[in-house]
């Protein structure tokens, strides 16, 4: 993800407004650069990050969170971890920031990710898009694939879920993107970058998501899925 996290992460919530609330299970939450936002909205979150390296950080993040909990551990390894209690437990939303792209079988991991949801629950992925622009630093980043707008919409449908929306973000980072890690093959992104990233590209790139509705394809995606009604229903 070529921006700097902490700074763009407000950003992301105001977008996504009422679709962030209540209890949050975020996966995949690294050092913690957007679970103080999701504190902010959240009536208690639970953060979930399988690296002991990030898993350090992200516990300092959160431990004078009060409404907030970390967790060191994959989301299998979480469930597991809960037993019986896990069963009964469920979430208002879950989150994927910039994590699905890591994970080898996205599909099995959104239909446990649904399982922890309340029967009225959503998800909100953020992934990379257009695979024409998966360059140096995706491949360094470890990640296993960028997604089409109809390749995500697939995984979420064979998950169980069905799409509320998906939009495109950030179309005028096309250019900056293919350049740097195409191109030159830049294998890492500096502070200046990032900088830059953040006080130019992240406030125009959210007015033209407002103007256009996400329709002009972007260097991200971010998807609303819910649990289906007729599953509600039952």
């Not at 907030?68 to 994959?74: D, P, V, W």
């Not at 469920?90 to 990710?113: G, N």
Request: proline share 4%.
């Amino acid at each position: 993800m070529v921006c700097a996290e902490a700074k763009t992460a407000g950003s992301l919530i105001r977008y996504l407004g009422n679709n962030v609330n209540g209890d949050i299970l975020e996966v995949g939450a690294g050092s913690g650069s957007f679970s103080q936002a999701i504190a902010e909205v959240a009536s208690h979150l639970v953060s979930i990050e399988p690296s002991r390296k990030f898993c350090m950080e992200l516990d300092r993040k959160l431990e004078r969170i009060e409404n907030a909990e970390s967790y060191c551990g994959t989301l299998s390894s979480f469930v597991a971890s809960k037993g019986e209690e896990g069963a009964v437990r469920k979430f208002d939303r879950i989150m994927y920031t910039h994590v699905l792209e890591h994970i080898p079988d996205d599909v099995s991991e959104l239909k446990l990710a649904k399982q922890q949801l309340q029967l009225n629950g959503k998800a909100i992925i953020v992934v990379p898009s257009m695979p024409r622009l998966y360059g140096s630093v995706d491949s360094l980043s470890g990640h296993q694939r960028r997604f089409t707008l109809n390749e995500l919409r697939t995984v979420a449908e064979l998950a169980g879920f069905e799409v509320e929306s998906i939009r495109y973000f950030n179309p005028i980072a096309i250019a900056p993107y293919w350049l740097l890690y195409r191109i030159i093959g830049v294998k890492s992104v500096g502070s200046g970058q990032l900088g830059l990233y953040d006080r130019n590209f992240v406030p125009l790139a959210y007015k033209m998501m407002w103007i256009f509705g996400g329709r002009i394809p972007g260097i991200n995606l971010i998807a609303v899925l819910r649990v289906p009604h007729e599953i509600s229903d039952k």
